[in-house]
């Protein structure tokens, strides 16, 4: 058998012969569909996806209009959503608690000075010459204890009152502790932000030598603003200070400036949550004496004496002192203002015990 007869009897086999045909039915239909492709135009824009006759030469290609997005239409995509200001909580950090101790060191009283008063070093328990319901509250004190802290504006504006306490510092604890020896003083001192130091602190001690030494090295400067950094202060003196539990806790915030407006609610929350602890907040206001100062240092430079009489004082400084009621109101205390010729030392004295004792601590320690 010759091939040319082979290929004739394997073209006559019916399954071979149809499957030819099916491949060259395929291989025609796609002829004519690259030609199809090949003679017309894809485009895709403004008017949407077509298809067009390709002029000659012409090249496949894919066009696309570019739009302008406006400001304002940007503005109709965005939801108008209402942002309310974060409510923020005051965090006071953790402090180790010290076990108490039934006896520990304290400044001795001079041997004269102990025969009139007793403490819990004393054999006997006896007033000297306390008597009443103030000589209970002393023996009181005597067994608990007793922490004043002193927060204190030393801006430039302050120097005077900052250089009297830096004179009468010492005095003032000794007559603290001729009353309860086991007492205790710290003082705090605040400016702004911005200032070289905006609180800095010594705390609460037995011996005058340490807050003398702070008080001394301590120099009133910066400020020249109406506001201060009165929350800065408080809050040194709340949390970072060694407060004993048991002890009669009292602050007494000492100043000519109030808080800026943004801290007023956080002061007044901050001497709340001191009463509510067992403190007491007093305030001293000098706003009274820094008027009486400036008038009369303007007349001694116009007139060379002083003014017969003060004007009353200036709305400015009156706001000053309702700050200060505020917060001694708040803080379970008192508000003293203070005119020029009025002891200032005398009057921290005085809210270390509470007014109410006035007298019997100003006869007490007239004899010192």
Do not use: C
Request: hydrophobic content about 40%.
């Amino acid at each position: 058998m010759n091939i040319k007869n082979f290929f004739a009897k394997l073209w006559h086999k019916d399954d071979l012969k149809q499957r030819l045909e099916g491949y060259t039915v395929s291989a025609l239909f796609h002829l004519i569909l690259l030609f199809i492709l090949a003679t017309i135009t894809i485009s895709a824009g403004s008017e949407g996806f077509g298809l067009g006759p390709r002029p000659k030469g012409a090249k496949v290609q894919l066009a696309f209009r570019e739009e302008n997005i406006s400001d304002t239409d940007l503005e109709e995509l965005i939801e108008d959503v209402e942002i309310k200001p974060f409510e923020v909580e005051r965090i006071k950090p953790r402090r180790v608690e010290l076990p108490e101790l039934p006896s520990f060191s304290a400044p001795r009283p001079s041997s004269e000075r102990l025969t009139k008063i007793s403490t819990r070093f004393s054999p006997a328990v006896s007033t000297g010459g306390l008597s009443g319901q103030f000589g209970s509250f002393i023996i009181g004190l005597r067994k608990s204890g007793l922490d004043i802290v002193i927060v204190i504006d030393a801006t430039a504006s302050m120097k005077y009152v900052i250089d009297d306490i830096k004179a009468r510092v010492a005095g003032l604890v000794e007559n603290i502790q001729a009353l309860v020896p086991i007492a205790r003083v710290g003082i705090v001192a605040f400016r702004d932000q911005g200032e070289q130091f905006s609180v800095k602190w010594t705390d609460l001690s037995f011996h005058a030598s340490k807050i003398r030494t702070f008080i001394q090295n301590l120099e009133a400067d910066g400020g020249g603003d109406y506001e201060e950094g009165v929350r800065q202060g408080l809050e040194a003196a709340i949390d970072e200070l060694s407060w004993r539990k048991r002890s009669k806790r009292v602050i007494i915030l000492v100043g000519s400036s109030p808080p800026h407006k943004e801290d007023v609610p956080a002061v007044q929350a901050l001497a709340k949550e001191w009463k509510d602890t067992g403190g007491v907040l007093s305030a001293i206001d000098l706003s009274q004496r820094m008027h009486e100062e400036y008038e009369y240092k303007y007349h001694m430079a116009r007139f060379g004496k002083p003014p017969e009489r003060y004007s009353p004082l200036p709305k400015f400084y009156q706001d000053i002192r309702k700050s200060f009621r505020d917060t001694s109101a708040a803080g379970g205390g008192e508000l003293a203002s203070l005119g020029g010729r009025q002891e200032l030392t005398e009057q921290i004295l005085y809210f270390a015990f509470g007014s109410k004792w006035k007298s019997e601590v100003a006869r007490y320690t007239a004899k010192k």
